[in-house]
């Protein structure tokens, strides 16, 4: 338990929206008696609503991310902010420069390349000056490909890496409005800005880039691999460029020339093939349709609003079987598989929220500051939370 004049180890802002209500009852069912956690957003009707619901008694905060004052106040009085208020380019980063500041550590779900790589210009040398851990990417986006590259580098004995390939192999889950409107803002965002565009695009976004050169780049991943088909995974540009941040922060130890891909897995024969030519082409196309003014605002009409999400039956009953192969320049290829019987991207999420505010608030931690990675501030700590929380992240030589 954090020993300090704050009045709460979590805060916990969001709390009434669709993922925060998630995180708040995972941790109204696990964290430790004794740890003193907060619930914040902008209406303390529908927080105090929660609080009932949760059956706690925690405190609750009023705090509008436009306003400054209430920022501060609230990154002051708490050992971490755990927040799921996003699109973060809109909401996010102000609350992340005022943990910065104040030496409070930050734990939030963005999969925003823009915000994040703002947020290392902005928040990395002030974070390191005052002691905070500000840790983006803490649920699907992007603890599963972080860890399962981290833990199978650990396991081959740490040596430079030649390939990673983030192989799903079952996926079942629904998706929010949260999720679409931080897409929205993104491409919004990247239409009026070239920059933005090359960024999104740039492995190495998130880093000063490596000092040597590189190869030709892994391709797309469509295609046959191993007598299957497999097709791009639509989360794999940006969860490459987490990894290539946790590389970097570690010295480069998985290696400058390091390739790394995700893939989603189809089958065999014309069934394979069909379903990763869907996937391929569909994935291409919604991206593109969010890219356009006009066609982004046909898909409006029929995407989730912000603030809803899909319905219980779809997260009851969502699920994630991912591997993660990892080929060292020198000895066995290693395997982690990371699966768990939650919905990927709400009840899953929650979880990994959860646990990585409380181990940001209660675990011995690498004497790390700055913007991380959840690999690089959390790793075996975090791991070990989830396993106790029906995750799998096991590591074996690949076979």
């Known amino acids: 338990m954090s020993e300090n004049a704050r009045d709460h180890d979590i805060v916990l802002l969001g709390a009434t929206g669709f993922v925060g209500a998630f995180t708040a009852r995972h941790l109204a069912r696990s964290a430790p008696d004794g740890v003193r956690i907060a619930l914040a957003g ?32 609230m990154t002051r009085s708490t050992s971490v902010v755990a927040t799921t208020v996003g699109p973060y380019l809109r909401y996010g980063m102000e609350v992340a420069a005022s943990c910065a500041r104040e030496g409070t550590s930050y734990a939030d779900l963005s999969g ?50 030649v390939a990673a390939t983030l192989r799903v192999r079952s996926l079942r889950g629904g998706i929010s409005g949260g999720t679409i409107d931080s897409l929205r803002q993104q491409m919004r965002e990247a239409r009026t800005d070239a920059s933005a565009r090359r960024l999104i695009a740039n492995p190495f976004a998130l880093t000063p880039g490596p000092s040597v050169r590189l190869p030709r780049r892994a391709g797309s991943g469509w295609g046959k691999e191993r007598g299957g088909w497999q097709a791009p995974f ?47 082409v569909g994935t291409a196309a919604f991206v593109g349709a969010m890219s356009f003014a006009p066609t982004r605002a046909i898909l409006d009409r029929v995407l989730p609003e912000p603030g809803t999400g899909p319905g219980a039956d779809t997260v009851e009953h969502g699920r994630f079987v991912l591997d993660v192969d990892v080929y060292p320049v020198e000895g066995e ?22 646990e990585s505010a409380l181990s940001l608030a209660l675990d011995e931690l690498p004497d790390r500051a700055g913007v991380l990675t959840p690999m690089v501030a959390m790793g075996d700590k975090l791991a070990e939370r989830l396993r106790a929380h029906r995750f799998t992240l096991d590591v074996a030589p690949l076979r």
């Open 42 to 73: 902008r209406s303390r009707a529908r927080l105090e609503d929660a609080r009932r619901e949760l059956g706690v008694d925690w405190p609750i905060m009023e705090v509008d991310t436009t306003d400054e004052t209430a920022i501060t106040r």
């Open 112 to 161: 925003e390349s823009i915000f994040v790589a703002r947020s290392i210009q902005r928040n990395h040398d002030a974070a390191e000056k005052s002691g905070a851990r500000i840790v983006h990417s803490c649920g699907f986006d992007s603890i599963p490909s972080d860890l399962g590259v981290g833990l199978s580098h650990s396991a081959a004995g740490g040596v430079p890496i």
């Open 234 to 280: 639509i989360m794999g540009a940006y969860n490459q460029q987490i990894i290539q941040r946790s590389n970097y922060l570690t010295g480069w130890s998985y290696g400058q020339l390091m390739q790394y891909r995700e893939v989603v897995t189809t089958g065999r024969g014309v069934a394979g093939f069909a379903a990763a030519g869907a996937i391929s």
């Open 333 to 354: 290829p290693m395997r982690a598989r990371v699966a768990a019987p939650f919905d990927p991207g709400y009840g899953g999420t929650g979880v990994m929220l959860g």
